[in-house]
Nanobody, 119 residues
Framework: QVQVVESGGGLVRPGASLRLSCAAT????????LGWFRQAPGEQRELVAALSSGGRWKIADSVKGRFTVSRGDAKDTLGLQMNSLKSADSGVYYC?????????????WGQGTQVAVSS
């Protein structure tokens, strides 16, 4: 079993910054990919950014230049630094964990953390 926990969401004004953190714990699998996804009301969940333990990464065009994804100091942790936030960035942000190196498909998910950008 894999436990995934997100933290760091909140309500901010446009132009502000937030940092999200994800931690995956398991005693059965090696975690080889972690990814951040978001879902706005009425929309499909979309990939924001992801990293594999092999060094591959990807980031959505809509957040390039504003968001940065990075491994945390602790094992199986992932951070998402979000700068210059826009209202379009609002939604529930989920962290996914996978034992595979595929950056698009995840078997284990956290409960999500809410990000609201509003003036």
């Amino acid at each position: 079993q894999v436990q995934v926990v997100e933290s760091g969401g909140g309500l901010v004004r446009p132009g502000a910054s937030l940092r999200l953190s994800c931690a995956a714990t398991t005693d059965r699998f090696a975690i080889n990919a972690l990814g951040w996804f978001r879902q706005a009301p009425g929309e499909q969940r979309e990939l924001v950014a992801a990293l594999s333990s092999g060094g591959r990464w990807k980031i959505a065009d809509s957040v390039k230049g504003r968001f940065t994804v990075s491994r945390g100091d602790a094992k199986d942790t992932l951070g998402l630094q979000m700068n210059s936030l826009k209202s379009a960035d609002s939604g529930v942000y989920y962290c996914g964990a996978s034992s595979y190196y595929d950056l698009d498909t995840y078997a284990f998910w956290g409960q999500g953390t809410q990000v609201a950008v509003s003036s």
